[in-house]
C-alpha cells in the first residue's frame, strides 16, 4: 500500500484546511487509516483514525470537534477536515495505515504517506 498525502498549507488562526490521502494498492476489511502529526521537537502524536469497513472513528482529545475524518473506498481516499484550527496545531501531518486492531500508537502503523505542513498563523 501506498500513500499520498495533499493539502496542508498556511492558514490563520480559525480558518479550514482539508487534507487528503490517496491510497493506492488494496486495502483490506480489517484496515485502519489515520491522520498523525509531527510538531517541530515534538513526538509523533495521533490525530484522528477511521476503520476502513465500518467508518468508525476516533479522535484525539485535542481535536475533537474540530476534526472530522471520513474515506472514500470506491476511490481508496481518506480526508480530514480540519476547522477551527489554532496555532498548536501547527505540524507535518502524515496519514497512515495498519491491518489488524486500532491504535492509536505510531509505531504499530505499517504504511505511511510523506508529510504535509500546515502552519496556523496567529
Known amino acids: 500500500v501506498q500513500l499520498q498525502a495533499s493539502g496542508g498549507g498556511l492558514v490563520q488562526t480559525g480558518g479550514s484546511l482539508r487534507l487528503s490521502c490517496a491510497a493506492s494498492?488494496?486495502?483490506?476489511?480489517?484496515?485502519?487509516m489515520g491522520w498523525f502529526r509531527q510538531a517541530l521537537g515534538k513526538e509523533r502524536e495521533f490525530v484522528a483514525s477511521i476503520g476502513w469497513s465500518d467508518g468508525s472513528t476516533d479522535y484525539a482529545d485535542s481535536v475533537k470537534g474540530r476534526f472530522t475524518i471520513s474515506r472514500d473506498n470506491a476511490k481508496n481516499t481518506v480526508t480530514l477536515q480540519m476547522n477551527s484550527l489554532k496555532p498548536e496545531d501547527t505540524a507535518v501531518y502524515y496519514c497512515?495505515?495498519?491491518?489488524?486492531?486500532?491504535?492509536?500508537?505510531?509505531?504499530?502503523?505499517?504504511?505511511w504517506g510523506q508529510g504535509t505542513q500546515v502552519t496556523v498563523s496567529s
Open positions: 497512515a495505515a495498519r491491518w489488524g486492531p486500532r491504535t492509536r500508537h505510531y509505531y504499530d502503523h505499517h504504511y
Open positions: 494498492g488494496r486495502i483490506f476489511t480489517n484496515y485502519f
